[in-house]
């Protein structure tokens, strides 16, 4: 099944189910200041609040649009009111569009629904690159220096959060939630196997052993 990922800032969203429409699931996360915090897949589209509590929502705009995980996210801003001020400024902040609240799941469904194969549905084709390892997300392939890695659709998927949040220990509870496998939940003690298989393939092709085990916390991908 495709997926689009709906990126919303408002504490409601925490509680928004997701969708299933055809051949693609619509997957609700919270966004806050400290940006995206599980594996983001297909197309994104983001409804960021006015007035965030970390920060204005016009600079978690422009936050969006310089991560490359983002960079081509749809993004709508939800205005207080209908001033034509704030929508002038919404847009030139890099905002696609604009809306007055409150965020409803319905509305945003439909305003997702909206885009068709517009922006939305643009899916990056630029490999993400961290040091010599480099994955390719149309092509489900990662490879270091080059040579491929064999990997599991898991261990794929782990290695390219791992990457995206290089240098930040992970617990495993973060890890699960990243990987949007809370449902239905499954054993902490499974990523153990997961980064276990993906520290064997990454062996194989050289890479030595980039992820540290963090005693009591979690793992860190090392970028250096």
């Not at 996210?73 to 890099?94: F, M, N, P």
């Amino acid at each position: 099944m495709n997926v689009t990922t709906i990126l919303i800032t408002s504490q409601d969203a925490s509680d928004f189910a997701d969708f299933d429409h055809g051949a693609t699931r619509f997957v609700f996360d919270r966004l806050t200041g400290a940006g995206p915090q599980r594996l983001l897949e297909g197309p994104v589209c983001a409804f960021i609040d006015w007035v965030m509590d970390e920060m204005s929502g016009l600079e978690m705009c422009r936050r969006l649009r310089a991560d490359p995980r983002t960079a081509e996210a749809h993004i709508t801003i939800v205005l207080e009111t209908c001033d034509a001020e704030d929508k002038r400024r919404s847009l030139a902040a890099g905002a696609d569009d604009y809306m007055v609240g409150p965020v409803e799941r319905t509305n945003v469904l439909d305003r997702v629904l909206a885009l068709g194969t517009g922006r939305a549905a643009t899916v990056s084709t630029k490999p993400f690159r961290l040091g010599d390892l480099e994955i390719d997300l149309p092509a489900l392939q990662a490879r270091w220096q080059d040579r491929a890695i064999a990997l599991r659709p898991n261990e794929f998927r782990l290695l390219r959060f791992f990457a995206e949040n290089a240098d930040r220990v992970l617990s495993r509870t973060e890890l699960i939630d990243g990987l949007g496998k809370q449902d239905p939940p499954i054993d902490e003690r499974t990523v153990d196997v997961w980064v276990g298989r993906l520290r064997r393939a990454l062996r194989e092709v050289g890479a030595g052993d980039p992820i540290r085990t963090v005693r009591s916390l979690g793992y860190v991908y090392d970028s250096h």
